[in-house]
């Protein structure tokens, strides 16, 4: 039988693309530059010089900047734009024969949890496609579900890439902050935002991570530290782990999250099964109490919002994007360019920042929602002296139903509650699945791990799979 070449399996995918349409996950296929890619790759890969992601094909969520391609944050605002240069991932990734094959679906400039707020609409879950794929990276989620590629990357600013990967069964994985740069990234709230990969298997995450991750001039917030071979980490891990020799970690469960009465209880037994084979497979498990549990999704949407509308102060109808026509002064040149560019979620964000950063407001709000961050990231790594790993939910129900929760953002934010903590902490987290419900949703667990930890993540993953 003959080997399947790049440019077949592109072709398998585009077709897949094709005949998954209704869920929307993809803004744009990049045909084009995608198929030159491909055979560019192939030929590389005959002549044995072929880089470490040859034969991924990879699809990009849409706020990662991709030279002379369009990039819309699925925003209207954007609609459009062609990015002038490559963010540093994208570099990255092509520099090891990646094929990039579109862009995808996402809520709109990453404000979201259910890809609801995208302008090109909601995408669809490939287990009930009238349930959501979670968001923001909803679109890399269900591409990655749907075998329409191999892998996605999204961004995780408080949940983004673990909370669809959980919706949708895939791997999520959300570096520590600081692991990968953040430069070519739209940005929405830059204390937070990382990328993160949506992959169907751990050796994939490994492999992502060890090519994105390291230092970069452009993002001066990106450590300095050198990267670690995450796959040969994994290997080893994996051959320890057969011969009983792996080393045994410890591992606090938040005993508040397992508990909260929002809790789905499928997804409480899986985590309470998943605990039960760590403990047998040697791990020490404790239950540990986290009373701060109350502030995680104030603190972060006082923050995020807070940041948010500052850095999206750039979009006024002048440097990029949307610009209304009929405008007949500055001043309503900005507010029309804004008001009919920017959707409902987008606006109440940026009001909520604006307004948690106003005089006279900014002590109560903003510096009093950096205090609690700050106890919260000492209380995360005060845990992370005496664990190795913590455990909690990723989200607290399985995927919802489109239109259920978008007229509530109280409901959509509390859902937040899990996910935000190894954000506000900037601590590296996975969501791992741990296979379905009686409904064919899949359910998932939530692993955090010390700044850089992200082995230790990788290899548990991987042995609990
Ligand atoms: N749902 C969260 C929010 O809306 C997380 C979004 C994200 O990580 N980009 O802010």
Redesign the pocket.
Known sequence: QKELSLPDLLDYYFKQIEKHQHLNAFNEVFFYSATNQAKLVQEKIAQGTAGKLAGMVIGIKDNICYKDHQVSASSKMLEGFVSPYSATVVERLIAEDAVIIGRLNC?EF????SNETSYYGPVKNAADSEKVAG???GGSAVAVQADLCLSALG???????R?PAAFCGCIGLKPTYGRISRYGVIA?ASS??QVGTITSSVGDASVLLEVLAGADDYDSTVAKLPVPDYQAGLLADSAAFGKGTFKKKKIAVLKETLESEALDTDIKNAILNAIGELKEQGHTIEFVSFDLLDYLVPA??VL?TAEASSNLSRYDGVHYGHRNMEATSLNELYKLSRAEGFGEEVKRRILLGTFVLSAGYYDAYYQKAQQVRRLIREKMEELLTRFDVIISPVAPTPAFKIGENIDDPLV??M??IF??LA?LTGIPAIAVPLGNNYSGLPLSVQLMARHFGEQDLLSLAHNFL
Do not use: L, P, W
Request: net charge negative; proline share 0%; no cysteine.
């Open positions: 809520d990453a404000m979201g949890g968001g923001s990276s961004t995780d600013t408080g949940g983004s890439v909370q929405y937070f935002d972060y949407y995020t959509m934010y859902a937040d996910t935000v954000s």
